[in-house]
Nanobody, 119 residues
Framework: QVRLAESGGGLVQAGGSLRLACEVS????????MSWYRQNPGNQREEVAR???????RYVNSVKGRFTISSDFAKSSVYLQMAALKPEDTAVYYC?????????????WGQGTQVTVAK
């Protein structure tokens, strides 16, 4: 059974930092890319940052210069270092993994971890 285990969410004051971590287990193929998404009630899920197996990264404009995505593909893990947090960063953050297996690309999601940034 595929599992994406997220950790690191919580409550922080504006201007503070948090580090999210996600470890993927139970897959039978190789990971092509991993991402962090976030979502608030009533809003669409938004991709915050992505990293590929080649190490290429991309960020949504609102977090550029504040968030850093990193990974250890050998450990099937991805991290999101968040700094200078703002109240508008408050959301449930989801780990996402794109895996090459079963002759195609499979997508897996974590359960989500709450990040709350207080004013």
């Amino acid at each position: 059974q595929v599992r994406l285990a997220e950790s690191g969410g919580g409550l922080v004051q504006a201007g503070g930092s948090l580090r999210l971590a996600c470890e993927v287990s139970g897959i039978s193929g190789s990971i092509h890319a991993m991402s962090w998404y976030r979502q608030n009630p009533g809003n669409q899920r938004e991709e915050v940052a992505r990293i590929t197996e080649e190490g290429h990264t991309r960020y949504v404009n609102s977090v550029k210069g504040r968030f850093t995505i990193s990974s250890d593909f050998a450990k099937s893990s991805v991290y999101l270092q968040m700094a200078a947090l703002k109240p508008e960063d408050t959301a449930v953050y989801y780990c996402y993994s794109m895996v090459a297996e079963f002759g195609g690309l499979q997508e897996y999601w974590g359960q989500g971890t709450q990040v709350t940034v207080a004013k």
